[in-house]
């Protein structure tokens, strides 16, 4: 079954760095994939989709099908950027199916 | 628009009792998903209901019930709770079935403690 793993549980950059969020996939055929965002005190809420390729608060995901993955980057981070990541899947073109997430802390 | 609204935000069990949490959706989505988020294992996937029926399930124990009203609200229920079930229900709603969008609205969940 198709399934996402993120290797980190906790991610800390200074504010201004780059930030490389990782999620990795298992699938053989065309993945959808997605990334969602959960701010402190607030929902779990969509930030990306690999299909749109677009730029969201300036993060960016590129499927990456040779390596299997679906990184979310941003060149320079803000402190307000500190939340809970997940990685996402469709999965049997029927459910999405979450990783474990990672905790990204922006220190100032 | 609201958006997705899940009660009870907090509640407090002791084992073995039973619980039943509600969710209403998003005005005009038929599609409720639900989730059990936990800091050692992230989202795991409940079950899925659409027009009042189940469409997909996860791998949880048959004490995990659910259903879906024909106003598409949802209710889910977990009978013989043990102290693993401790854990933040949350609810999403779209449009159509998660599968065909992956674009999901969430609750605030329900914070369960098993005591």
Redesign the interface.
Same mark, same amino acid.
């Given at each position: 079954a198709q399934r996402v793993t993120q290797p980190e549980k906790l991610l800390s950059v200074f504010k201004g760095a780059p930030v490389e969020l990782k999620c990795n996939y298992s699938y053989s055929g065309s993945p959808e994939l997605f990334w969602y965002v959960q701010y402190s005190r607030q929902r779990l809420q969509l930030l990306l989709r690999h299909i749109s390729r677009e730029s969201i608060k300036g993060f960016t995901a590129d499927l990456n099908k040779g390596e299997t993955s679906f990184h979310l980057k941003k060149p320079f981070a803000q402190e307000e950027d500190s939340a809970m990541y997940y990685c996402a899947i469709i999965q049997g073109a029927q459910k999405l199916v979450f990783g474990q997430g990672t905790r990204l802390t922006i220190n100032p | 628009k609201a958006?997705?609204t899940q009660t009870p935000r907090y509640l407090i069990k002791t084992r073995g009792q039973q619980v039943t949490l509600s969710c209403s959706p998003i005005s005009g989505h038929r599609s409720v998903?639900w989730?059990q988020q936990t800091p050692g294992?992230?989202?795991? +996937?409940l079950f899925?209901y659409f027009s009042e029926t189940q469409?997909?399930k996860?791998n949880f124990p048959g004490r995990f019930s659910g259903r879906q009203f024909s106003n598409s609200r949802s209710e889910m229920n977990v009978s013989t709770l043990e102290l693993g079930d401790s854990a933040l229900y &949350?609810c999403?709603s779209s449009e159509r079935?998660?599968?065909?969008t992956?674009? &999901? +609205? +969430?609750?605030?969940g329900s914070r369960l403690t098993v005591l």
């Open positions: - | 958006g997705v998903s989730y294992q992230g989202l795991q +996937f899925e469409r997909n996860g &949350l999403a079935l998660a599968g065909s992956g674009e &999901l +609205f +969430f609750g605030e």
